[in-house]
């Protein structure tokens, strides 16, 4: 992250509430935290990636499960947290420098809103994009699908892994 962002995150929005974008939910350890704060109630909201970021969550964590049972590990542990009174929106990365056609960015966000549908029986209304990066074409298709789009300054966040990185790092 750049470091001015870093500072204004810090200092600015450090009163509002914390939201968590997940991608790494999948992985037990990363789950185990996310129930902790779950339950802990400090979490105002969770903005989650679904399976149409497979790809990107096998290069990023490793992952060795096939995309039908990420899907349903993922289906669970976001029934488990809806059980547990928290709030799902979504989370979709598309491309950090947006070299991607207007078809594949609609096709990743409208798929992923078709999951959270039919897996999570959940109609989301708001979407962050990964590394903050959206253009033209998103706010069109958001429109389309009558999405907001959270910018960065809405509130305070962290991504799910950071439980885990901070922990790895030497
Ligand atoms: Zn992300």
Redesign the pocket.
């Known amino acids: 992250m750049n470091i001015f962002r870093k500072i204004y995150k810090n200092l600015v929005v450090i009163g509002k509430p914390l939201v968590v974008?997940t991608?790494a939910l999948a992985i037990d350890s990363v789950w185990e935290m996310a129930k902790k704060a779950a339950l802990s109630g400090k979490v105002r909201k969770w903005y989650v990636?679904t399976p149409v970021n497979y790809d990107y969550s096998r290069v990023c964590l490793n992952l060795k499960l096939s995309k039908k049972r990420y899907s349903d590990l993922l289906k669970k542990r976001y029934l488990w947290l809806i059980n547990h009174k928290q709030k799902l929106e979504l989370?979709v990365?598309l491309n950090m420098i947006m070299n991607i056609s207007y078809n594949e960015q609609e096709k990743l966000i409208t798929e992923s809103v078709q999951w959270m549908k039919k897996e999570l029986n959940l109609n989301v209304k708001e979407f962050v994009p990964?590394?903050w990066m959206s253009n033209g074409d998103t706010l069109k298709i958001l429109k389309k699908l009558k999405l907001r789009l959270v910018k960065f300054v809405d509130y305070r966040y962290m991504?799910d892994y950071e439980w885990i990185s901070r922990q790895n790092s030497v």
């Open positions: 974008h991608e990636m989370h990365h990964g590394w991504h």
